[in-house]
C-alpha cells in the first residue's frame, strides 16, 4: 500500500539520526505490521514544534477550506510551500528561494524532497484524530525539553509516523486523510501569478508565522471564500411572491449546474435586489465587468436562478442599431397543415424566436463552427450520414449553408401570407424581458459603435422606462424586470463607457479573475482534459501573459479563460501542450510577431520547456 509521500530510508532527523527505523509500537490503524519512523513526517513535527515554542521557522494555515504551509529549508533562503485541499485531496507544492524570487518544482523521492511541508499542510487535518492528539502533545512536551529520553522519544515518534502513514495510505481506513500524489512524486505547481496575487495568504495562522505566503505581492488580498449551498441560493430571493410563471416561462429560469460554484458576489447582487424592491429606485440595472471567460454570464444565470426569473440573452455588435434593440422583422410564420413534420420546425421556430440564421442552425442541429474547424470529418458524417474521412471544414459549411437554404425555402412556400401581408413584427428578446418582467442579459453594450445606440438603450434602463414600436404598440419597463449589461474590460473594441450610461446601473460588480485552482477545474470540467499538473502550468502562464498584456496595454488580443479551454482542447488533440500552445494561446494573444516570441521566451519555456528537460 506504499504511497509516494511515503520515501522510506532515508536519513532521519534529529534525534532520530542513527537510530532504529523500525518499532514495535504501532498506530490503533495500524494492519499489525510494525512501524516505521520516516524522514518527512519526523521533519515536519519537529518543524512545527520549534514554530510552536518560536525556537525555529515554518508555519500552518488556513485559507478558507485549504490548508497551507511553509517550511524553512536548511539550505539557505529556501522556503517549501504547500496548499492542501483535504476535500479534494489536491496538493500543490513549490520550493521558493528568497533570494532570487524564483520558483521551482517540488517532487517527493529518495533523492528529491521528503514531504515535510506537505505534511505540514496536512497538520490541521491529522490533529483531528485523538490518537494523533494525544501524542502530538506527548512529543512536543518531549522536543521541548530537549529529548531527554531518547527511546520514550522514539516510542511516542513510531506511533506519529505510523498513524500518519496509515490514514493517509489506506483509503479504507476509518480516519482516512486523503492525499493524492502521483507516483512519479511530482506535486501540482504552486503557480507563481497566483503567489503573486497573494491567493494563497492565509486567513487564518495556526502554527508560527508566514514568511512568503502572507506576503502580498501585488496588493491585492485575497478574500476568503466561503461555501455557499444551491440550496440556499436557488429561489431564496422571490421579488414578486405574487407572480405565477407560465409553463414557457418556467422553462427559461436557468438551472444552476451543479459544479457551479456559487460566489458572494451573487449573493450581493440578489440580495440588492430583492431589499430595494418596492422603493422609489429599485435596483433592477447592474453591470459586471470583467476579463472574457471570468464568469459574467454564468453569474447573470446565477442571478435569474436566484431571483427565480426567466434569463435571456441579448447580444450587441459593432453594428447595432437602435432598431435591432426592439425587435425586427422576419417572414411571418402561420404555417398549420404544411405536414411533412413542417409544422413542428415552425413551432420550434417560433418559439426559438423566428427566422433567424441561429435558429435554423439550431432547429437542424448543426455542429458548432468550432467544432467543424477541430474535427471536420465527424461534422460531415453527423450532417449527412455519411463518412468522408478528408472533408474539409469548407465542405461542411457549404453543407450547412445547402441545408438550411432549403429548409428556409420549404418552410416560406409553407406559410401561407396573412391579409396579403407576409411579414411580421418580432420583439427582441430584450424587449420580450421588458415587457414580461424577466432578467436580461445585454453582453458587450460597449462595442456598438453608433453613440446614438447607446442613448436609445437608456431609455429602456430607466425604471418607468417605456418605448413605442414601429407597429403602433407601446412597452412599459415591469417592475420585476432585471438588466444586466456584461462587458470585457479588455475587449479590443471597448470603448470608455457614456457617463450617462453608467449612471444608470445600481450596482458594478468588477468580477475577478477565479482563482488559479478553480480556473483549472472548470476547464478541466469543460474539456476533459485531466492531467492537473500541466493544467496548473497552463493556467500559470495564460495569467501570466494576461497580466503582460494588460500592463504593456497590448490590446489587439486576448489571453484568459477561452484561451486557456481551448489550450486544453487542442493538447487532447496533439497530445503536446508546448505545441498547442502556439495555435491557441500564444496566437490569440497579439498579432505582433515580436511580442509573440517574448511571450514565448518569458511564460511558455520557463514553466514548459524545463519540464520537458528536467
Ligand atoms: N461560478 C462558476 N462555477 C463553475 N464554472 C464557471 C463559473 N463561472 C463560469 N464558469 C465556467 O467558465 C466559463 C466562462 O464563463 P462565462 O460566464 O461564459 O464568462 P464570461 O461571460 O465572463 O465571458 C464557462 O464556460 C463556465 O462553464
Ligand atoms: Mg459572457
Redesign the pocket.
Known amino acids: 500500500m506504499a504511497h509516494s509521500l511515503f520515501v522510506f530510508g532515508r536519513s532521519l532527523p534529529e534525534p532520530f539520526a542513527g537510530s532504529k527505523t523500525t518499532s514495535q509500537k504501532k498506530s490503533q490503524y495500524s494492519n499489525g505490521t510494525q512501524a516505521t519512523l520516516t524522514s518527512g513526517p519526523l521533519k515536519a513535527l519537529n518543524a512545527i514544534c520549534a514554530s510552536l515554542t518560536g525556537t525555529g521557522e515554518g508555519a500552518v494555515g488556513k485559507i478558507d477550506h485549504r490548508c497551507v504551509a511553509e517550511y524553512k529549508s536548511s539550505v539557505d533562503d529556501e522556503y517549501h510551500l504547500a496548499v492542501y485541499d483535504p476535500g479534494r485531496g489536491s496538493v500543490m507544492a513549490a520550493v521558493y528561494d528568497m533570494n532570487h524570487g524564483t520558483v521551482s518544482k517540488y517532487t517527493v523521492s529518495k533523492t528529491a524532497r521528503d514531504g515535510a511541508v506537505v505534511l505540514m499542510a496536512m497538520f490541521p487535518v491529522l490533529m483531528e484524530d485523538q490518537e494523533f492528539k494525544d501524542e502530538f502533545d506527548r512529543y512536543k512536551t518531549e522536543h521541548d525539553a530537549g529529548f531527554p529520553d531518547i527511546d520514550k522519544a522514539h516510542d511516542i515518534a513510531a506511533v506519529l509516523c505510523d498513524n500518519i502513514y496509515r490514514r493517509v495510505s489506506d483509503p479504507a481506513c476509518a480516519a482516512h486523510v486523503k492525499a493524492d500524489i502521483k507516483s512519479s512524486g511530482n506535486l501540482l505547481p504552486v503557480p507563481r501569478t497566483s503567489l503573486d496575487a497573494g491567493e494563497f495568504q492565509p486567513t487564518i495562522v495556526t502554527v508560527g508565522s508566514f514568511q512568503i505566503l502572507s506576503q502580498n505581492m501585488s496588493g491585492t488580498a485575497k478574500k476568503s471564500s466561503v461555501v455557499i449551498k444551491h440550496a440556499d441560493f436557488i429561489g431564496k430571493y422571490p421579488i414578486n411572491g405574487s407572480r405565477q410563471l407560465s409553463l414557457a416561462e418556467k422553462k427559461l429560469v436557468p438551472e444552476l449546474p451543479v ?5 458572494k458576489d451573487e449573493q450581493y447582487v440578489c440580495e440588492h435586489i430583492l431589499k430595494s424592491t418596492g422603493k422609489p429606485t429599485q435596483i433592477r440595472n447592474i453591470m459586471m465587468r ?1 476579463e ?8 447573470a444565470m ?1 442571478v435569474a436562478a436566484g431571483v427565480g426569473l426567466p434569463y435571456v440573452l441579448y447580444t450587441c455588435s459593432s453594428g447595432t442599431e437602435t432598431f435591432d434593440l426592439s425587435g425586427g422583422i422576419m417572414p411571418e410564420l402561420i404555417g398549420g397543415g404544411a405536414g411533412d413534420g413542417l409544422d413542428a420546425d415552425i413551432a420550434k421556430l417560433q418559439s426559438l424566436g423566428g427566422l433567424t440564421y441561429n435558429n435554423i442552425a439550431k432547429l437542424l442541429q448543426f455542429p458548432d463552427i468550432d467544432d467543424i474547424e477541430y474535427d471536420p470529418a465527424s461534422s460531415y458524417q453527423l450532417m449527412t450520414g455519411t463518412g468522408k474521412p478528408d472533408a474539409t471544414p469548407q465542405e461542411c459549411v457549404m453543407i450547412m449553408l445547402e441545408k438550411a437554404m432549403s429548409k428556409v425555402q420549404q418552410i416560406t412556400k409553407a406559410t401561407e401570407p396573412k391579409d396579403g401581408q407576409s411579414f411580421t413584427y418580432y420583439e427582441s428578446n430584450l424587449l420580450l424581458a421588458i415587457e414580461n418582467g424577466w432578467c436580461i442579459e445585454v453582453q458587450e453594450p460597449t462595442v456598438i459603435a453608433q453613440p446614438g445606440v447607446l442613448t436609445g438603450l437608456n431609455s429602456l434602463l430607466e425604471q418607468n422606462g417605456s418605448i413605442s414600436l414601429p407597429n403602433g404598440k407601446t412597452i412599459r419597463r415591469h417592475p420585476d424586470c432585471i438588466i444586466i449589461c ?1 462587458t ?1 474590460v479588455d475587449y479590443a473594441g471597448c470603448r470608455n463607457l457614456n457617463q450617462s450610461f453608467l449612471d444608470r446601473f445600481g450596482l458594478v460588480i468588477d ?1 475577478k479573475r477565479p482563482s488559479a485552482e478553480v480556473m483549472a477545474d ?1 476547464a478541466k ?2 474539456t476533459g482534459y485531466d492531467d492537473e499538473y500541466t493544467m496548473m502550468q497552463m493556467v500559470d502562464i495564460v495569467n501570466g501573459i494576461s497580466d503582460h498584456l494588460h500592463k504593456k496595454g497590448i490590446n489587439d488580443g486576448t489571453c484568459g ?1 477561452r484561451s486557456l479551454i481551448d489550450w486544453a482542447l487542442s493538447t487532447l488533440i496533439t497530445g503536446d501542450p508546448y505545441k498547442s500552445a502556439f495555435y491557441t494561446v500564444i496566437s490569440k494573444a497579439t498579432t505582433d510577431e515580436r511580442e509573440r516570441s517574448s511571450l514565448v521566451s518569458s511564460f511558455l519555456d520557463p514553466i514548459l520547456l524545463a519540464q520537458v528537460s528536467a
Open positions: 459544479w457551479h460554484i456559487l460566489t470583467g472574457a471567460g471570468c464568469g459574467k454570464t454564468s453569474m446565477a456584461t470585457n468580477v472548470r470540467i469543460l479563460m
